[in-house]
T-cell receptor, first 110, second 116 residues
């Protein structure tokens, strides 16, 4: 199976909350990341969580980590049309190598 | 401060030809990474340079791929000869050394390679 799995597509209405889920397999991962890719642009680091944390909040973003189930989620509150993008979950193993999921395309409709 | 830049943004070549992709990392970043995303699949790690040395090249798919970083500044990734399955988006990223624990990697916009 894949190392990092994500649902491929999510559609929400503007103003709703979006929740993007991710599962990973390596229990030794030290950091888990969420990257955002807008059309024609590179990946931008949105937020990260250290593996000994359960939750991290950063403005409209909330990251939840269930280490037992190896499940990571990203919640975007009050989703805006500008949040439409592809969101990649990634885990870091060892020094610096990142292992990514396939990405979740978030479509926000007005 | 300029971000990570990649050239070209898009390359279309025929099977059997050679293509060279270039990445200019953020100035002062010792770490440089190459990743690849094949259509519909995950972004996969290819290799990692620390300055001019290859720290980890475990993700390089085969010996048709050659990465260099002479002088420890920009890097090139050459594919020779290109095959159809090499099509995808090639991302470059860079990060500082000995810096924050997070070791944030800054990504370039990618080079879309199409092999016909």
């Amino acid at each position: 199976g894949e190392d990092v799995e994500q649902s491929l597509f999510l559609s929400v209405r503007e103003g709703d909350s979006s929740v993007i889920n991710c599962t990973y397999t390596d229990s030794s991962s030290t950091y888990l990341y969420w990257y955002k890719q807008e059309p024609g642009a590179g990946l931008q680091l949105l937020t990260y969580i250290f593996s000994n944390m359960d939750m991290k909040q950063d403005q409209r973003l909330t990251v939840l980590l269930n280490k037992k189930d190896k499940h990571l989620s990203l919640r975007i509150a009050d989703t805006q049309t500008g949040d439409s993008a592809i969101y990649f979950c990634a885990e870091r193993r060892g020094y610096s190598t990142l292992t990514f999921g396939k990405g979740t395309m978030l479509l926000v409709s007005p | 401060e300029a971000g990570v830049t990649q050239f070209p943004s898009h390359s279309v070549i025929e099977k059997g030809q050679t293509v060279t992709l270039r990445c200019d990392p953020i100035s002062g970043h010792d770490n440089l990474y190459w990743y690849r995303r094949v259509m519909g699949k995950e972004i996969k790690f290819l290799l990692h340079f620390v300055k001019e040395s290859k720290q980890d090249e475990s993700g390089m798919p085969n010996n048709r791929f050659l990465a260099e970083r002479t002088g420890g500044t920009y890097s090139t990734l050459k594919v020779q000869p290109a095959e159809l399955e090499d099509s995808g988006v090639y991302f470059c990223a860079s990060s500082q050394s000995g810096g924050a624990i997070v070791n944030e990697q800054y990504f370039g916009p990618g080079t879309r390679l199409t092999v016909t």
